[in-house]
């Protein structure tokens, strides 16, 4: 399982952005798959996820801010990022479980600048 992400950019606070993961060896649409974030000098941490059956669930810190979607056609998975706040910059992950195994993203890097 190879997933590539992107879109990450830098943006100023208050703007958007839109993240893409891309799947190959493995359907999407079978798996639960989350983003993720880790900023400088912090531990990883869990920003959303989607489960296989759809449903959705997000970290306080961004709930009602970010959305988490998926194209099963495309076998991507989306982070649309809105009313982005400095302390949101890190290195995004996506990130998906398939037979049992936890597979990563390389990440991609979102800035917010204030």
């Known amino acids: 399982v190879q997933l590539q992400a992107s879109g990450g950019g830098l943006v100023q606070a208050g703007g958007s952005l839109k993240l893409s993961c891309a799947a190959s060896?493995?359907?999407?649409?079978?798996?639960?798959s989350d983003w993720y974030r880790q900023a400088p000098g912090k531990q990883r941490e869990w920003v959303a996820g989607?489960?296989?059956?759809?449903?959705?669930g997000y970290s306080d810190s961004v709930k009602g801010r970010f959305t988490i979607s998926r194209d099963n056609a495309k076998n991507t998975v989306y982070l649309q990022m809105i009313s982005l706040k400095p302390e949101d910059t890190a290195v995004y992950y996506c990130?998906?479980?398939?037979?049992?195994?936890?597979?990563w993203g390389q990440g991609t890097l979102v800035t917010v600048s204030s």
């Open positions: 989607i489960s296989s059956d759809g449903s959705t």
């Open positions: 990130s998906t479980l398939y037979r049992g195994n936890r597979y």
């Open positions: 060896g493995s359907t999407f649409s079978s798996n639960d």
